[in-house]
């Protein structure tokens, strides 16, 4: 989640709650990290509907984990929330992926983070809920 919020430096916090169930889904996490040009959300979920059939049941699965992450994140400083807003702090001297003991499985998803990136990060956050057909 922090390498996300280096690239798109602030989000909602509702975005935010999206990731870890879209990058921790291995079908997903290998569609967004495949080379092929993703242009919009849109196609991702005509051209991989797979990746998203148990995306509501993944999003509550996740829920709990994704707030823990974003409480560890803002509590060693790597994010700062803001109303409903998290900012990632510039300052954060945080970054696990040039760790060298960082594993395969880590590495894709940073890859697959970078994709995913491009689809949500000029995305509204209501209109990608009703996208992802997440229930609230």
Not at 22 to 29: D, I, S
Not at 53 to 80: C, G, M, Q
């Amino acid at each position: 989640m922090s390498d996300i919020l280096l690239h798109i430096q602030v989000t909602s916090i509702a975005k935010a709650l999206i990731v870890l169930p879209l990058v921790l889904h291995e079908p997903t996490m290998k569609k967004l990290k495949g080379r092929s040009f993703k242009r919009s959300i849109e196609e991702f979920i005509i051209k991989h509907p797979e990746c998203l059939i148990t995306f509501n049941k993944r999003y509550e699965d996740f829920l709990p984990i994704s707030v823990n992450s974003i409480t560890i994140l803002n509590a060693i400083n790597v994010t700062r929330i803001e109303k409903e807003a998290l900012l990632y702090n510039i300052g954060a001297n945080f970054s696990p992926e040039n760790s060298i003991k960082i594993g395969k499985r880590a590495k894709n998803i940073f890859q697959a983070i970078d994709s995913l990136n491009e689809l949500i990060k000029d995305e509204e956050t209501h209109s990608l809920y009703l996208k992802l057909k997440i229930q609230l």
